[in-house]
């Protein structure tokens, strides 16, 4: 499993990034997908989530109705969406799946987010 994440970088609050996370080693059309993010010193935090077909999602509260998580199947990666950006989005962005028959965890190596005027 192979999860590599790119679009992070410096943006100014109110701004607007798109994070990618291209998957490979698995079957990702058949997978559940998620973003997490960490700060420095705190544990990782679920950001939004995506069922296999993208028919079903959920997002935190914190960031509900600027983030937005969607998948092309069809290119096997997973994207988040960033708007409004705020200085406490800065972060580490995380692409997630678990695994359906081990329960194994797999993470990518995360993207830095940092807002910033």
């Known amino acids: 499993v192979q999860l590599v994440e790119s679009g992070g970088g410096l943006v100014h609050p109110g701004g607007t990034l798109r994070l990618s996370c291209r998957a490979s080693?698995?079957?990702?059309?058949?997978?559940?997908m998620n973003w997490f993010r960490q700060t420095p010193g705190k544990e990782r935090d679920f950001v939004a989530g995506?069922?296999?077909?993208?028919?079903?999602?959920s997002t935190a509260d914190s960031v509900k109705g600027r983030f937005v998580i969607s998948r092309d199947n069809s290119k096997n990666t997973l994207y988040l969406q960033m708007t409004g950006l705020k200085r406490r989005n800065t972060a580490v962005y995380y692409c997630?799946?678990?695994?359906?028959?081990?329960?194994?965890?797999?993470w990518g190596r995360g993207t830095q987010v940092t807002v910033s005027s």
């Open positions: 080693g698995f079957t990702f059309s058949s997978a559940d």
């Open positions: 997630n799946t678990r695994s359906q028959q081990s329960g194994a965890s797999y």
């Open positions: 995506i069922n296999w077909n993208g028919r079903v999602t």
